[in-house]
Nanobody
Framework: QVQLVESGGGLVQAGGSLRLSCAAS????????MGWFRQAPGKERDFVATITWSGGSTYYADSVKGRFTISRDNAKNTVYLQMNSLKPEDTAVYYCAARFAPARLGDFTTTREDEYDYWGQGTQVTVSS
């Protein structure tokens, strides 16, 4: 079992920055690929960014590429999402997710929401214009 707790959300003006954190408890955090997803009011939850268990590879949604950066610190069991140049359309609840990555899959991750095993409770990000 892995428990995920997000923090760092809040209200920010357009053009500003926020850094989200996701603290994981449980065993073998370093064997989990980690992802960030978001859900705006009245919309489905969408992929934002993901990072492999080693931190060696990252992938982003086109809408955030160049503005957001995902990173992880396996010694601290934490994954981060640095969000710069925020726009009102980035307003959403942001969720952290974990997917176990067995060794046979190599440096694995996925952008598919249905392939993640564990989810946090979400943190609200509101960007005002």
């Amino acid at each position: 079992q892995v428990q995920l707790v997000e923090s760092g959300g809040g209200l920010v003006q357009a053009g500003g920055s926020l850094r989200l954190s996701c603290a994981a408890s449980g065993r073998a955090f370093s064997r989990y690929a980690m992802g960030w997803f978001r859900q705006a009011p009245g919309k489905e939850r969408d992929f934002v960014a993901t990072i492999t268990w080693s931190g060696g590879s990252t992938y982003y949604a086109d809408s955030v590429k160049g503005r957001f950066t995902i990173s992880r610190d396996n010694a601290k069991n934490t994954v981060y999402l640095q969000m710069n140049s925020l726009k009102p359309e980035d307003t959403a609840v942001y969720y952290c997710a974990a997917r176990f990555a067995p060794a046979r899959l190599g440096d694995f991750t996925t952008t598919r929401e249905d392939e993640y095993d564990y989810w946090g409770q979400g943190t609200q990000v509101t960007v005002s214009s």
